[in-house]
């Protein structure tokens, strides 16, 4: 896609200040999402298993608030696949989450 330099502007806006803020956020939860959700949840860390449905959240919460999907040209089989998407992800967090509780228990 071809983006005018107003558009390259503000994407690139974004990025950065996505990025520090990832950065401050790994900083104060010890770790990256990365870390969390592959070694955390491996050792059963009740941290990573409240963080990674945290983060799933959050970033669904902000690509919805932020509109990001415009970012980019649509695409007729990704439209018609959205739904699924939002189901599948809603069920993978809601799994998380349950799965988080149980080790807690």
């Keep these: ?9 503000k994407l ?20 990256c999402t990365s870390g969390h959700g592959l070694t955390g949840l491996a050792r059963l860390s009740l941290r990573s298993w409240v963080a ?10 902000t690509a919805t608030l932020l509109q990001s999907a415009q970012a980019f040209p649509p695409d007729a089989q990704t439209e018609a696949e959205v739904l699924k998407w939002y189901v599948g992800s809603a069920v993978a ?4 989450a349950g799965l988080g509780i149980i080790a807690a228990v």
């Excluded at 896609?1 to 502007?9: K, L």
């Excluded at 806006?13 to 950065?23: M, P, T, Y």
């Excluded at 990674?52 to 919460?61: E, I, S, Y």
């Design 1 to 9: 896609p071809s983006f005018d330099t107003n558009q390259r502007v």
């Design 12 to 31: 690139f806006l974004r990025l950065g200040i996505g990025s520090f803020i990832v950065g401050l956020g790994a900083s104060m939860q010890h770790g």
């Design 52 to 61: 990674v449905p945290t983060f799933m959240a959050a970033g669904m919460l």
């Design 93 to 96: 967090a809601s799994l998380a």
